[in-house]
């Protein structure tokens, strides 16, 4: 498994791996919203929370259908499904090397880019920690709609309207926490509901997505 | 007798076509009834005026788009666990029915609110959670149209409505912690003090049972026309290999 995590990584990082495009279509994204809403620094702080996580939503979109998709085309998921590794198993580390390898840095650069919103100096530690504790839930969510669609052609649109809606309790929770950090309320309740959310779905999805990936290779 | 013989296609083929007519004439009948009665005999509200009436089409399409999930909950869970094609078709063709009730409900609440709340859409955790739930068949039926083969097709779309299911009730929850509500509660209850006056109630009650039988009746309609749809791809199939 540990070999697994290593080669995956290894391949998001190096050359047309897809790694730093999610992080550069979220710096466009943050960039665009001034330019969509106007430059007054009181209305970019009072929506910052809510689109730095619809941009981190959408930039970890970005790179789901990257996860099976190469390894499908190459044949490798078919050696997965036969490897001694439980298929479960397998998701499970899938989901976690994507989330090192998007989720991890989207968390780390959002701050950076608050800075450029106008975020509340008091909202910039609720931010950084819902986007830590919730972008596991979004990479696991997403290995899950990933595996539903790794059979198709062109599965790329099919798996954000799939995958979409699922995210939904993850951003309410999320932007809320960072919301209610800018206004110097207390902040623990939407991140322990966020981090409920993490739990169950890294409890429950590998699951499901194993089921759906065996499902796909019959 | 149990209920697994329904799972042979024949048997729901021919059960079904001699219920049909009986489940048809019983949703006219308790439809037409409840909503004439509803619309015409009896009187408009203090308050809202004749707006109240739009009650008898809204409060059921809604319970019936959340009662089409369930159904589709169930039958996605029986074809997992015993195989049995009628149970998946089923499913497959409730989906665009309660995804039709979805949107019945969001529409008519959208005519109703405009007089009474001044707006015809609000960030209401009713709503909201309508639209997601909306959002939720759509990607129910776009898998089932993308995916070629039959059986993998109603594999998937099991998995997504089970996860859904979850999904979807977290999401209701979700945004009931998220914004505060502008839609009033629950119409009618089992076990509490009913909130709508008797007159109201009585072609209510009727109106939701026309609903319901309404949807069994497409239900089945819908189910028989996917059976067949199969059975004569399986007719032109061995036809071609001959």
């Known amino acids: 498994m540990l070999a697994l995590l290593l080669r995956d990584l290894r391949l998001a990082t190096r050359a047309g791996g897809g790694f730093g495009l999610s992080l550069a279509f979220f710096l466009i994204v943050t960039v665009l919203v001034p330019f969509g809403v106007g430059p007054e620094g009181g209305t970019l702080a009072k929506i910052a929370p809510g689109i730095l996580w619809v941009g981190a939503l959408l930039a970890c979109l970005l790179s789901l259908d990257r996860i099976f998709a190469l390894d499908r085309e190459d044949g490798s998921l078919d050696l997965l499904a036969t490897a001694p590794i439980p298929m479960e198993g397998a998701v ?13 840095p989207l968390t780390l650069a959002a701050p950076v880019l608050g800075v450029l919103l106008n975020l509340p100096l008091p909202a910039f530690q609720p931010l950084l920690l819902s986007l830590l504790i919730g972008t596991p839930a979004l990479s696991m969510i997403g290995t899950f709609g990933a595996a539903l669609t790794v059979g198709l052609k062109r599965g790329g649109l099919l798996l954000s309207l799939l995958v ?45 997505a194993a089921a759906a990936i065996r499902v796909n290779l019959r | 007798m149990s209920i697994w013989e329904y799972a042979n296609p024949k048997k729901f083929m021919e059960t079904s076509s001699w219920a049909l007519p009986w489940v048809t004439g019983l949703a006219v009948a308790s439809l037409l009834s409840g909503l004439i009665w509803g619309f015409f005999f009896t009187p408009d509200d203090y308050r809202q005026g004749s707006t109240v009436k739009i009650i008898y089409i809204h409060v059921p399409s809604a319970m019936m788009a959340i009662n089409c999930w369930a159904m589709m909950l169930v039958t996605s869970l029986v074809w997992l666990i015993r195989r049995h094609h009628v149970s998946a078709l089923a499913a497959k063709a409730a989906a665009p029915i309660g995804m039709t009730m979805t949107l019945i409900a969001l529409f ?18 009713r709503l909201t959670a309508f639209l997601i739930l909306f959002l939720f068949y759509l990607g129910y039926i776009a898998l089932w149209g993308a995916v070629d083969d039959p059986d993998t097709a109603a594999d998937l779309t099991s998995v997504l409505c089970l996860v859904g299911s979850v999904f979807a009730l977290l999401s209701r929850y979700a945004v009931l912690f998220w914004n505060q509500g502008l839609h009033q509660g629950a119409s009618l209850s089992l076990d509490k003090e009913e909130h709508v006056a008797d007159v109201f109630a009585w072609p209510l009650w009727l109106s939701m049972a026309g609903f319901g039988l309404l949807f069994l009746t497409l239900v089945l309609f819908r189910t028989r026309t996917e059976i067949r749809a199969r059975r004569l791809r399986a007719l032109e199939a061995r036809e071609r290999m001959a």
Do not use: C, S
């Open chain 1, 92 to 104: 499970a580390v899938k989901a976690l090397a994507h989330w090192l390898t998007t989720g991890l």
């Open chain 1, 164 to 208: 979409l809606p699922l995210y939904i309790p993850t951003l309410i929770y999320g932007a809320e926490a960072a919301r209610r950090g800018g206004e110097g309320l207390a902040t623990a309740t939407p991140l322990l509901m966020m981090a409920g959310i993490t739990l169950g779905t890294i409890a429950i999805l590998p699951f499901a």
């Open chain 2, 108 to 125: 008519t609440g959208a005519i109703w609110g405009q007089p009474m709340w001044g707006t015809w859409w609000a960030w209401d955790p």
